[in-house]
């Protein structure tokens, strides 16, 4: 099956530094990479989509210069956390799906941010 | 926007026995539905999916249900194992856009 991969798989890092996340497609082209933010006992919140090429779409209250998303190729999307503060702290997720009109989306195994 | 809870909703089942796990969805528009599997520390997997125009389907062990004049969404994981132990996410697509749009959870505890 298709396997989405996620570095690095956690990361401490001090508050206002900036820290990047990548999302790899293994054995699939990615054509779309989707990024999610889960806090403790909560559901996955979509934060923005990826389009290999263009810039990325946010959703409605994540601040697009704060978490900079780049999908530079096919198998690659980074997500950088800029100037990260504690409420950052979180756990980041992606996924990607293979085709324009494809609806299923491989999941990465997340990357668990902690900023002191 | 999406639902956002700070406690999950915990189903306890002993092993053996069957579970259903319910979920609401938002979106009347909606038209394809999917359940996925959430272990600690970890990303989500895929169970099961369904389609707006079916009202059941089967899998190994899972069953989903649809009730779209409710909005309803229903999981039974049949002979429930520990190793089902895990938060549950229904999940929906609304648009084109194929954005999923994530249910609350609920967590899955299997009594031995």
């Known amino acids: 099956g298709a396997v989405v991969s996620q570095h690095p798989s956690w990361v401490i890092c001090k508050s206002g530094t900036s820290v990047k996340i990548e999302c790899r497609s293994l054995?699939?082209?990615?054509?779309?990479m989707f990024w999610y933010r889960q806090f403790p006992k909560q559901s996955l919140m979509l934060m923005a989509t990826s389009n290999e090429g263009s810039k990325a779409t946010y959703e409605q209250g994540v601040e697009k210069d704060k978490f900079l998303i780049n999908h530079a190729s096919l198998t690659l999307s980074t997500l950088t956390v800029t100037s990260a503060h504690p409420e950052d702290s979180s756990f980041y997720i992606c996924?990607?799906?293979?085709?324009?009109?494809?609806?299923?989306?491989?999941f990465g195994p997340g990357t668990r941010l902690l900023v002191l | 926007g999406e639902s956002v809870g700070l406690h999950l909703p915990t189903l306890s089942v002993q092993e053996g026995d069957n579970s259903i796990i319910n979920c609401a969805y938002s979106n009347s528009a909606s038209d394809y539905f999917i359940w996925y599997k959430q272990e600690s520390g970890k990303g989500p997997q895929f169970i099961i999916d369904i389609r707006s125009n079916m009202d059941k389907r089967q899998g190994q062990r899972v069953t989903v249900l649809l009730n779209k004049t409710v909005k309803h969404l229903s999981l039974q994981i049949a002979a429930t194992q520990p190793g089902d132990s895990a938060v549950y996410f229904c999940?929906?697509?609304?648009?084109?856009?194929?954005?999923?749009?994530f249910g609350s959870g609920t967590r899955l505890l299997v009594r031995p």
């Open positions: 054995d699939f082209q990615a054509t779309t």
């Open positions: 999940a929906e697509i609304k648009d084109s856009s194929y954005k999923l749009i």
């Open positions: 996924s990607a799906k293979s085709g324009r009109k494809s609806e299923t989306q491989y």
